[in-house]
């Protein structure tokens, strides 16, 4: 009993907090209800146990009051209260709280001490941040109690005497600085409490009205909450007008413990493409909140889902950036990722498919980046979950499942076909060869689509091979007379070709992809793609000199046939020609990177051409 000093670490966080310039120096109100959250959470556990405590007067509450002329705002509950030397103990030392690894984070980093308020709770004394002097009596619920009165100015010392009073809980009265005083005011009390404590699982009073929403409708059985109360706490947690498009509520009851609820938005998100995003999911600790943005705590490729997650054995005894690399986080990352993905493979998988098909709208670029990263596990279900349009779908997306049972007898592999180019891929010579096979040709047109295809190699026991670096099968066997003899022609042509455009291409060759082109660009087996390049080029990345393409000849074409009969024999000035076969595969992509030279050897072909037909 009486004066006593805090301990040393004690006095180091106070003599920090007291003299913190913390600009949201209003979450006090936050600890200090959390606080008495705890308190009633604790005293409803030993009741369990023990049926000697002190009854409790009314309903478990917790109750805030202000007198704005004495400048004081006291917070009480009726929990488990503090006995003399609880009071002593907890209040006086830092051992049970964050505080141990934020002082030890204070020494190690030395660093700036309003950034280390941010990332820690300092929990209780964190009523230094507004008050000059705090006064807490308590009365405890364990038989025989006595009051205790608790008091400090957050200087060097508290002091410990007897209290009065009289029922059990706890009133912590903080008598607030000069540069405090509007903390005395009903209506910002009111804000703080819905912002900060809506969803404390016991009421918040201020004035005798209840403030808070205090029904933590994620520990509630999913059969018990209404489709009203899931939808107010969508908009409240995403601030989103509108109501979700699909949610889960998830109960976890086996060794590792959490309750959920978990939305997916209609419409992305206004900037959900930025780096700095924060994600709306919000960590809670038995009905009080820890974290606003618990980034950690669901993958990045699923950063448009919003919702709470409330773990009660959650150890908040690190820092709130620790924290969300502990395992437990981790574990539920985990379990979250699972339930997200299997939720929304059940939307896939209904008759309509409505709700999947809006969903993979908006997000299926965002969920690609799961594959794309390393999505361990959840790989095979993401897998599962992606939609692309194919060279047959007539716009519709559909799955690799769907795609795989599209394929043609004696066709061994799915081909994919990645290009930004959207509005020109159907028309791309490189997919000819497969028209004419009735091969079905994957899409990707996602700049993202390039990482996808990078990391799914194999679909389902079939192998994914892109139409720009693959060779396709040689069905020499089926070449009629023309096409043998046509071949036979181009051979030296293509020879010619090579050594003629040596250095400006990697390889001129013989194609079996192409119908109706002559000619037509593929990408070298192993190298940079050509689409690669163009996304990097177009994120500002540095790709170097870029890689060389193969120019492929087609030898069932008219030109080319004509071509080879005149090299066989013997004639000169073909090179504009075979240039100019260069030039159109160049500019069927839409690429041409020597529109100067193309216009001068059309042109003297042009004049050629007139010549021929007899002008003079
Ligand atoms: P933390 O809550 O993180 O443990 P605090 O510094 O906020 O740290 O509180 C220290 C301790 O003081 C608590 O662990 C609890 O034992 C006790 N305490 C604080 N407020 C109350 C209260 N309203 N009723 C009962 N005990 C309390």
Redesign the pocket.
Known sequence: MGSRRFKADTRQILNLVTHSLYSDREIFLR?LIS??S??LDKVRFVGLQRDDLLSIEGDPTISISFDADAKTITIE?N????TED?AAE??GTIA????GAFAEALKEKGENPDALIGQFGV???ASFMVADEVTVE?LSALPDAKPVCWTSDGGDKYTVKTGSRTVRG?S?TLKLRENATDFADADKLRGLVRQHSDFVPYPVKIEDEQVNRARAIWSASPSDVTEEEYTELYKHVSMDWNEPLTRIHIRAEGTLQFNAVLFIPKNRPFQLDRLDFKLGVQLYQKGVKVLDHAEAIVPRFLRFVSGVIDAPDLD?NVSRELLQQTPMVAAIRKQITKKLLKHLAAEAKKEDHITYDLFWGEFGHILKEGIAEDAGNSKKLLTELLRFETTESEGAQISLAEIKEGMEEGQEDMWYFTSVDKDRIQAAPVLEGFKKREWEVVLMTDPVDEWVAMSISEFDGVNLKSVLTGDLPEDEANDDEDTKKAKDEARPLITWMAELLDGEVAEVRMSSRLTESPSVLVDKAGGMGSNMERILKAANQEVGPGAQRVLEINPDHALVQTLAKLNNDGATGLEPFARLLLDHACIAEGKLDDPKGFASRLQSLMEKAAESMGAS
């Open positions: 600890e606080n008495a705890d308190a509950d929990g488990i209260g503090l609880e907890h209040l049970h709280s964050g505080t929990g209780f004394y308590s706890t912590v908040l």
